[in-house]
């Protein structure tokens, strides 16, 4: 598992293939991260934390740190991240 000092948080849904890609890459890369589905009722409130953060609601939007990574840009993921590629 790599560990960062940022935490890492990707607000998704099942429904949403992008959102199932970057998961899914995350953890073949082996990454600790947060993933917040958006579709479960028990995560309603953290879409409005999506908004405050992101300042819109499409998804995946992946938070490290202070950074705000709309879409599924793995380049600057793993950047941001320090993942090999």
Do not use: H
């Amino acid at each position: 598992m790599i560990k960062i000092t940022d935490k890492i948080v990707v607000y998704g849904a099942p429904s949403c293939p992008w959102c199932v890609k970057i998961k899914d890459w995350l953890e073949n890369k082996k990454v600790d991260f947060e993933y917040v589905d958006l579709s479960l009722d028990k995560n309603r409130n953290r879409a409005q934390e999506l908004v405050e953060k992101s300042g819109q609601m499409g998804i995946p939007v992946t938070i490290i740190g202070k950074e705000v990574i709309i879409g599924f840009d793995k380049n600057k993921i793993a950047k941001l991240a320090n993942i090999k590629e």
